[in-house]
């Protein structure tokens, strides 16, 4: 049987008064990109934080290669450690090297030994194209590096997918594009990836699907190609055109 | 009047000093392994851990030292609880030094930006693990210049324990002072004493501060 690699059913979360995601349902194939775009405020972040559990939902379930994440019984570290997460303003641990940023998640989560932990670390650094910034503080880098040795770190776990929260929002614009390459080149060796990002030209170039939400519920979603061109609703094609115009969309 | 301090009274001098540095060192042992836990349990701990630290916390900071000392020295035997002089003195500083270091530490804690133990659950860390790989080592480093304070004036503070019959540094000045009816030189050499000890340690901390210092990370950091 084809089960799908991550399953979202009907997520439901409130803060306060604020019912921020009302019902939001999606599955990911294994190799998959999915991007999703909607509006500030509209809970595309708490999504991702509900499907690895940073954010526990209210209600709705998700489900990681048919194991229930939200099971109140599932051993949550274990689930989050093969989901990587790459947060919008990098979150790397100040106080460790960038290859040691990389390597405690595989010392000290899934116990690898310290010189094999530093070696994969080492090839992941290099991987995203910064095998000579090994020993360099987090502050010693410039923001395009810190997210390039954020995604390291989690692709040091071996993650099943990676969840990216907007990561180059908080970046220089001649910064981006290397960002961008890396993931490019991740979903096209096909690593599954959840994006949000409202950067089209990675949405056309890799993205299966985009999502589009407002208001927490998803309104659309579809290929690109038929979202750019053939949006069903109205507010697609309005929000398409406003971010095309404000982040450019530069072909890479 | 004259300088009459003799010099033979140096070597007691000494000892008491000697027990100045036993009784603050300890103290602060006490202090910091104390102090790391209360802050801990009032940052993340649910109601039932959070609410006795903090009033842990609350009375030993908001009580005198002295009545403190005194409640455990002269108090305690009155429910069949008698302590030596050396340990009342050890666990009155102990108590008092960790309820001020929980709150350095706790604001240290807090100072970690949030993001952090974010990081850290999402590779799958377990909050132990956050807190002691993550948030700990950036923590500490944060604390050391307002921790540091704290130790001076505990390496001072602690001559109130010459109360309770310990022969610290004030304790030794005391009698040799009163038995040779010299206070004046006595004490000036005393406050001496503490004052080569504050600038030593001092000093030390300094070094410390420096030795761990990361770049980015730290009071410094902000402004660039
Ligand atoms: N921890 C929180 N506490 C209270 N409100 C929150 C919290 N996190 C997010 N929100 C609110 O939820 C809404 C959706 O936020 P978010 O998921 O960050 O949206 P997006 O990522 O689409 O911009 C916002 O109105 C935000 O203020
Ligand atoms: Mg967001």
Redesign the interface.
Known sequence: MNMPLLKVEDIHKRYGNEEVLRGVSFEVNRGETKVFIGPSGTGKSTLLRCVNQLTPPDKGQVFLEGTEVTHHKSDINRLRASIGFVFQDFNLFAHLTAMQNVSIGPTKVTRMHKEQAQARALAELERVGLGDKANAYPAQLSGGQQQRVSIARALAMDPKLILFDEPTSALDPELIGEVLEVMIELAREGMTMLCVTHEMGFARSVANEIIFMEHGVIVEQGPPQQMFTNPKHQRTGEFLRKISELYGETER | MSFLFKWEWLPKMASGLVVTVEVTATCIAIGIVLGVLLALGRVYGRRPISLPCSLFIQFFRGTPLLVQLFIIYYGLPNWGIRLPAFVSGILALGLNTAAYQAEYFRGAIQSV?K??M?????????LT?SIR??IL??AL?LVIPAWSNELILMLKSSSIIYLVTIYDIMGVSQKIAARHFNYFDVYVVAALFYLALVLIVSLLLRLLEHRVQ????GVH?DRR
């Open positions: 930006k993001g952090q974010l990081a850290a659950r999402s590779l799958g860390m377990s693990q790989f993550v080592p950036q480093r990361i770049p980015g990370l950091a």
